[in-house]
């Protein structure tokens, strides 16, 4: 049988290396609320990403709800239609009304032009998301924050790494939210992380993660258990040894993909802003008019072949049950989005992807480009 090729697939490095780390846990015998692993992988992620403050939490959507009551954020948030729908969800958990905006066409990002139009009296906060990694306008972003006064936090569960022309691209924004689930370019099993830039935020977050409590007998906020594991933890500090050997992979298998589909009619392949300082954590292609084929039967040939892409992000989450009645999520409010979800198809990209397994991926779709 033919093994499969999924559209990604874990970073495990040698298990010999994780049992120090076990040995460890089960001499201390500390298994939680803020331990000696928690401590120095909040530290060793401060200085790899250069940020100043981060909370690390169970997952990366426990912390956009925790970030969301953290800045006390009510009313309606400006967030895109083209994510993963815990983007929106974190907002309903909030009792908050996601308003929809359409994204960049260049980008599939937040389209910071058409943001003003959708602001109202109840706008508090705007949610953007860099998606695939590729970093959003972050400076035509903060200017309409700033000009109507609403907070930011951008939901950067792809973007572990990513730079901009100022540094981190995790330092924008009042708040930048990452997950560290298995599926991410840095993975803690299940996990996730908020980045903060003052002291003072971290301690809120820091205590709402941990239901609220100050000390044995003070809580002061009704919080949440948002607490990331010392099993985690450790396993994010040995993740963190071997993530430039993962990245430099991810760099080498994208250029491939690139210099592979450039001459293929029809295959556009997404660009982040910045190549280079991009984590290749997707491999997004568009599916063109002139291209043979309709997306879905492309993502369906290349599954009779054992190539599983995936169509992120289809549906839109405007599309779900739950968001479909809001005016914002109306088709003709969200153009360019609609017609990337039905053109999306992210190809397999993780550090062990192989040579000839690209070449067969590539192969697959330059077959049918030739029909
Ligand atoms: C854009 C986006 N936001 C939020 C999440 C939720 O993160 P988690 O799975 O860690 O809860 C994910 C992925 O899982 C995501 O892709």
Redesign the pocket.
Known sequence: MKTPIYVTQPYLPPLAEFIPYLEKIWENKILTNGGPFHQQLEKELCEYLGVKHICLFT??????VTALQALRINGEVITTPY??V??AHSLLWNGIKPVFVDVDPNTLNLDPAKIEAAITPHTTAIMP?H?YGHSCDVDAIQKIADNYNLKVIY?A??AFGVKCHCGSVLNHGDLS?L???A??VFNTF???AIICPDAKTKQRIDQLKNFGFVDEVTVVAPGINGKMSELNAAFGLLQLKHIEEALSRRREIDASYREQLVEVKGILCLNGKNQAADNHSYFPILVQANYPISRDELYQKLKDHGIFARRYFYPLISDFPMYRSLPSAQRDNLPIAADAAVRVLCLPIYPTLDTDQIKKIVNVIKEVSKQ
């Open positions: 997952n990366g959507t426990i912390a956009l994510s993963f815990a983007t998301v998606c939901d569960a792809h939210v997950s560290f689930h599926t991410k299940e996990g996730g």
